[in-house]
């Protein structure tokens, strides 16, 4: 039974691009949560998607966007990438009716040049 | 606004020694509190989690947590350490109260260990 799994595993860009990073949820989960972790830091929560829709999100700037697919995978864009979007990307699965436990992937670590 | 103190940001201990590592949560109805622990380089995994009931819980890996509401603590501890054990350690609630399932975490500790 595969966990969480994301890609890729590291990520090298420039100020200004835009990157698109990707994860599949744990095998029966229907929920993506997308947090981010910046160096020395604990997570933040950007967004959770569920059934094709983001239900919430964390006070990140509208550069921060997402997207679930039918089978529930999703992927995390981010544009105009700013130095300060260095970090490590994590993210989690869970079931709606049990949103309270959340399973993490290995993360994808970005870093803007 | 929901916030996850963990007053220590480095703590060594040796080999065979216990372990307590300390959280305090700011308060807020119906929290489900959490320990995660981060290997470098590695994604979190999940080590106990207290949603009610008994307040000493128990998790993977030999840890412990005891839920303190008058305290707002939710202390993490372990009787004897192993090397494997250093790593970084983050607490972490949610207040489903508040129709939100997201986690707030800490700024994590880290523990380093010493033979």
């Known amino acids: 039974d595969a966990g969480v799994t994301q890609s890729p595993t590291h990520l090298i860009k420039t100020r200004g691009q835009q990157v698109t990073l990707r994860c599949s949820p744990k095998?029966?989960?229907?929920?993506v949560s997308w947090y981010q972790q910046a160096l020395g830091q604990g997570p933040q929560f950007i967004f959770q998607?569920?059934?094709?829709?983001?239900?919430q999100r964390g006070n990140f700037p509208d550069r921060f966007s997402g997207h679930q697919f039918p089978n529930y995978s999703s992927e995390l864009n981010v544009n105009a990438l700013l130095l300060g979007d260095s970090a490590l990307y994590l993210c989690?699965?869970?079931?709606?009716?049990?949103?309270?436990?959340?399973?993490f992937g290995p993360g994808t670590r970005l870093l803007v040049l | 606004a929901q916030s996850v103190t963990q007053p220590d940001i480095h703590i060594t201990v040796s080999e065979g020694a216990s372990l307590e590592l300390r959280c305090n949560y700011s308060?807020?109805?119906?929290?489900?509190l959490f320990w995660y622990v981060q290997s470098p380089g590695q994604g979190l995994q999940l080590l106990l989690k207290?949603?009610?009931?008994?307040?000493l819980v128990q998790g993977i890996k030999g840890f412990e947590a005891e839920f303190k509401r008058s305290q707002s603590s939710f202390n993490l501890r372990k009787p004897s350490v192993h090397w494997s054990d250093a790593a970084e350690y983050f607490c972490?609630?949610?207040?489903?109260?508040?129709?939100?399932?997201?986690?707030?975490f800490g700024k994590g500790t880290k523990l380093s260990v010493i033979p």
């Open positions: 989690a699965s869970s079931s709606w009716g049990q949103l309270e436990t959340q399973y």
């Open positions: 308060y807020g109805a119906t929290p489900y």
């Open positions: 972490a609630v949610i207040y489903s109260g508040a129709g939100s399932y997201q986690l707030t």
């Open positions: 095998s029966g989960h229907d929920t």
């Open positions: 998607y569920y059934e094709e829709e983001e239900r």
């Open positions: 207290y949603f009610s009931g008994d307040t």
